[in-house]
């Protein structure tokens, strides 16, 4: 490619509503253009490198053994409804009616398509294991649609199900799958981490998300350095101390504490470490009575305060597993008599099922809320000042340096941004669908299924999150919208420059190089800073002078300065430098 013959319209300013680094490059690297909130036009710089990201995903997923095939981005809600998930999925999901005022969805995911198809061809053990894929456009209607394609509206997404005999047998095609990422995401040459993620209602391990580390990233990566062990927020358990629960020290006291309504704020009034007040979260759960009435039930969870709570985790607990929310004032007051603050476990006016984490139940001589407005309680203790809790479980977000659970180490936490998902469903939309294949004995029996999901619009942004500088982007060779950028200086008025950039041009595109050669005539610091910004990863600057002395630059997008190489070996130097994906 030629740049005369390409669109290459970088901006020296982002928009103002560019939050983050990857939205703000792709803007002025003429990636993007936002048309409306959350929906962008792909310019063809930016295309160039979600075609690299399909491309890679389409030729490890025909690998795999999966079928590429497309389903519609339209489709009609009775299918929606046969899974329930017309009504449940809320307002993300965009409904629409066409002429007829039939109900229809744009589709933010396929599941329920593509076991239609499913329970309409795979009538058989004999036609399983099967694994389809489609790379297509989803949208989902985001309330608050933010940082450029990170969190758009409208989006490019992978998205692969499979469909097996049983169990055992789709345990397997999820191992394919997950080996299959992995590959996938090496080839991109991104730095990355597979984390444990949480299964949600369907229950199980076999989920994982691929997340590619960044700094600005909006999920929390828990992993230990010393094992191979890694999780998501969400997931990573925290593990109960091992150390028994010391004897009761303190006498336990009202103690004032004027205005002072948080824990850090009384672990500094009292002179004491934050690790000894215990916070107070009062929850409610509805169930529905014998007559029909909703009845109510309230709980009380007690983390310490320097720890937060994991609503996933909370979610767990019997008797939470349909839902839960935050009591109201109302409801506060009617068991605590007290405004939240100042809330505690001592002294309540109602029963509350009193939930413990882990860290909690071994405390001794501990602070918490005295149910009264400017006091807290201290020196608390169990079974002398109240009596232990109804239940211990974990409730809480790990912290870096907390005991991995694999017992290899301590953890670590770093941010990431999820970018894939591989997870097991089993026959949650099967059943609902009754999706069911003949067995081998001859009985119906309902499909095993998994899902695999790529952000391919995504990625991009994500790969930019974790490569960049002051000057732009740099981006890995694999998915680099040009590999080489051939810049001569003033070609115009060198005949020798411009035969040599275009003979290095030929060779490498001969050779089957991504190269685009720079013909604009732009002057040097202005065609270096484009490049720069775009992020091509390799650059050959052929000038006048150098050339005299048979040399010619070579920089990679990441050296702080240029090498000087033979004009005579450049072509054979850059094919030396790209990486494997490249070239």
């Given amino acids: ?95 629409i009616q066409d002429r007829h005022e039939r109900n229809f969805v744009v589709q933010p995911t396929s599941e329920e398509v593509v076991t239609d198809i499913a329970r309409q061809e795979l009538r058989s053990y004999k036609q399983l294991p099967k694994n389809f894929y489609q790379i297509q456009t989803k949208f989902r209607d985001e309330r608050r649609p933010r940082f450029g394609l990170m969190r758009g509206r409208e989006f490019t997404m992978k998205d692969a199900y499979s469909f097996d005999r049983d169990q055992p047998s789709a345990k397997l095609s999820y191992q394919v799958m997950a080996q299959a990422y992995r590959r996938i995401f090496d080839r991109f040459g991104l730095r990355y981490r597979a984390v444990a993620a949480d299964s949600g209602a369907i229950g199980g391990d076999l989920s994982e998300e691929f997340q590619v580390i960044a700094a600005t990233g909006e999920d929390a990566i828990v992993y230990c350095p010393d094992s191979e062990y890694a999780a998501n927020m969400e997931k990573a358990e925290a593990l109960a101390p091992t150390q028994p629960r010391a004897p009761a020290t303190q006498a ?21 470490p934050l690790a000894t007040t215990v916070k107070s979260l009062v929850l409610a759960t509805e169930t529905i009575g014998a007559d029909g009435a909703t009845v109510a039930r309230v709980w009380l969870l007690l983390l310490r305060g320097d720890h937060d709570m994991n609503e996933v985790k909370v979610g767990k607990l019997a008797g939470m597993e349909q839902g839960f929310r935050f009591a109201t004032l109302a409801e506060i007051d009617a068991h605590f008599g007290c405004p939240p603050g100042y809330l505690g476990p001592v002294g309540l006016r109602q029963p509350v ?22 006091f807290h309680m201290t020196g608390v203790n169990w079974g002398r000042d109240l009596p232990e809790p109804d239940l211990v479980a974990d409730l809480r977000n790990v912290v870096a340096g907390d005991p991995s659970p694999d017992g290899k180490g301590v953890l670590a936490i770093e941010r990431g941004i999820e970018v894939g998902h591989v997870f097991y469903l089993g026959t949650k939309y099967s059943r609902a669908m009754n999706a069911s294949f003949l067995a081998e004995d001859g009985k119906p029996q309902f499909l095993e299924m998994g899902c695999y999901g790529i952000g391919i619009t995504r990625l991009p942004a994500a790969a930019i999150e974790q490569n960049h500088d002051a000057r732009g982007i740099i981006w890995p060779d694999a998915i680099a919208p040009f590999t080489v950028a051939v810049c001569p200086i003033s070609p115009d ?58 040399q010619v630059e070579y920089q990679h997008r990441r050296d702080a300065a240029a090498t000087r190489v033979a004009s005579a070996e450049i072509g054979a130097f850059v094919k030396s430098r790209l990486s494997p994906a490249a070239a």
Wanted: proline share 6%; charged share 25%.
């Fill in 252 to 272: 336990m006291a009202k103690t004032p504490t004027p205005g002072k309504a948080t824990c850090a704020d009384v672990a500094e009034l009292l002179g004491v």
């Fill in 353 to 374: 099922t009193i939930v413990a984490d882990r860290e909690v139940a071994v405390l001794h001589d501990w602070i918490c809320g005295a149910n009264a407005p400017d």
């Fill in 493 to 550: 008025r060198s005949p020798a420059v411009k035969e040599a950039a275009e003979a290095l041009y030929q060779e490498l595109l001969a050779a089957g190089v991504d190269v685009i050669l720079d013909d604009r005539g732009e002057r040097p610091g202005a065609m270096f800073a484009d490049w720069e910004l775009i992020g091509v990863p390799h650059r050959v600057v052929i000038g006048d002078k150098a050339l005299k002395d048979g």
């Fill in 1 to 95: 490619m030629k740049a005369s013959q390409f669109l290459i319209s970088t901006l020296k300013e982002a928009p103002a509503d560019a939050e983050v680094v990857s939205h703000q490059l792709m803007t002025r690297a003429g990636m993007v253009k936002k048309l409306s909130a959350g929906i962008y036009t792909y310019m063809p710089m930016g295309l160039r490198v979600i075609r690299k990201v399909e491309a890679i995903v389409r030729e490890e997923m025909n690998r795999a053994g999966a079928i590429e095939m497309t389903m519609p981005v339209v489709q009609p809600a009775e299918l929606w409804q046969e899974t329930g998930r017309f009504e449940k999925m809320g307002p993300e999901l965009l409904r």
